[in-house]
């Protein structure tokens, strides 16, 4: 059987409504799975449930996650952050992690993971970090940017076609310690831009956006196709 996997929903504020980039969507269908657009909701007794019936989840992108998080005060270049989706994720995450359920993170979903796990973020990487490399890339987004490092011998570099692979970009947030409970699989520009939880069956986070790039790029479709098989 084709195996579930929950779908973070993206939160608009201003018209307080839901939606979905059908890209995350279609990643999953491609490479064999059935995604399921949660709900945007807090309830313990629900997300449980949903750690229990679902296969596998994929953490998408969105707003910026809330300083607070980490400790720290939200600083003027910080962008919008949605509390509910932050709490929401927190509680899933701790669930997920308890059952040991396949997860992929993608751009905010590293970000966020690695807060709640004890890492902290660059709030602004304009402000805090000098770059010599495109890190909010202009359309078309399906396109290489920047180069990541692949580390070896990690889960990520049995799947790449490379040891420095074409990434698309576009986050202005990125992880600047990366938590104790988490190990590096990629690195570009002195920031980890892949990481993964070793002890567990699969929890990968990445930051750029294969969501947008798996019809052309071979690596991006891998990264949805690993998180399919990882929860048959």
């Known amino acids: 059987m084709k195996p579930f996997i929950g779908v973070m ?63 720290e005060e939200k600083i003027d270049t910080c962008g919008e952050v949605c509390k509910e989706r932050d709490e929401m994720e927190k509680i899933l995450l701790e669930y997920i992690i308890e059952a040991d359920k396949p997860l992929l993170g993608i751009c905010r979903g590293i970000q966020f993971v690695n807060a709640a796990l004890g890492g902290t973020l660059y709030q602004d990487l304009k402000t805090q970090h000098s770059s010599s490399i495109e890190h909010t890339m202009k359309p078309p987004y399906n396109r290489t940017v920047h180069y990541v490092s692949v580390i070896d011998n990690t889960p990520l570099s049995k799947i790449a076609n490379s040891t420095n692979i074409g990434v698309n970009s576009y986050h202005h947030q990125a992880v600047k310690e990366l938590s104790p409970l988490l190990k590096p699989m990629a690195v570009a520009d002195g920031l980890v831009e892949a990481a993964y939880m070793e002890d567990k069956k699969f929890l990968w986070l990445v930051q750029w956006h294969p969501e947008l790039s798996f019809e052309s790029d071979e690596n991006a479709a891998a990264l949805f196709k690993a998180l399919v098989d990882a929860c048959l």
Do not use: H
Not at 28 to 47: A, C, F, H, R, W
């Open 9 to 71: 929903p993206l939160y608009d504020i201003e018209k307080d409504s839901l939606w979905m980039i059908p890209g995350y969507l279609d990643g999953i269908i491609n490479t064999g799975g059935i995604p399921v657009i949660l709900p945007l909701s807090t309830d313990k007794e629900m997300l449980k449930s949903f750690a229990k019936r679902f296969d596998g989840f994929l953490f998408t992108g969105g707003q910026d996650v809330d300083p607070a998080l980490y400790g």
